[in-house]
């Protein structure tokens, strides 16, 4: 059974810094892309970052690009989601999640995403 499991989430004051990871059990995720998504209250889950297996290659949503850093340590099987300079508005829920190797590179879609996390809570204060 795939698990995922956040952490290092918490409260933050607005321009501060956090760093949340995901650490992946249950299965080899060789080939697996992985991703991070964020849900407000009373809003869609949206697309934050994602990470290809080797961690060469990733891709961001226009809100956070240049903020936030998504990397992946293969041999400990876990992700991170380096978030700099926050605001306010990047308060939500943030989940990890995996795409098979045969999903389609450069998707945002929840869909695409076929194991998620339980989610760790970030909150912003303006």
């Known amino acids: 059974q795939v698990q995922l499991v956040e952490s290092g989430g918490g409260l933050v004051q607005a321009g501060g810094s956090l760093r949340l990871s995901c650490a992946a059990s249950g299965r080899t995720f060789r080939g697996y892309t992985m991703g991070w998504f964020r849900q407000a209250p009373g809003k869609e889950r949206e697309f934050v970052a994602a990470?290809?297996?080797?961690?060469?290659?990733?891709y961001y949503a226009d809100s956070v690009k240049g903020r936030f850093t998504i990397s992946r340590d293969t041999a400990k099987n876990t992700v991170y989601l380096q978030m700099n300079s926050l605001k306010f508005e990047d308060t939500a829920v943030y989940y990890c999640?995996?795409?098979?190797?045969?999903?389609?590179?450069?998707?945002?879609?929840?869909?695409?995403?076929?194991?998620w996390g339980q989610g760790t809570q970030v909150t912003v204060s303006s």
């Open positions: 990470i290809n297996w080797s961690g060469g290659s990733t």
């Open positions: 999640a995996s795409m098979p190797a045969k999903g389609r590179w450069g998707t945002t879609r929840t869909s695409d995403f076929d194991s």
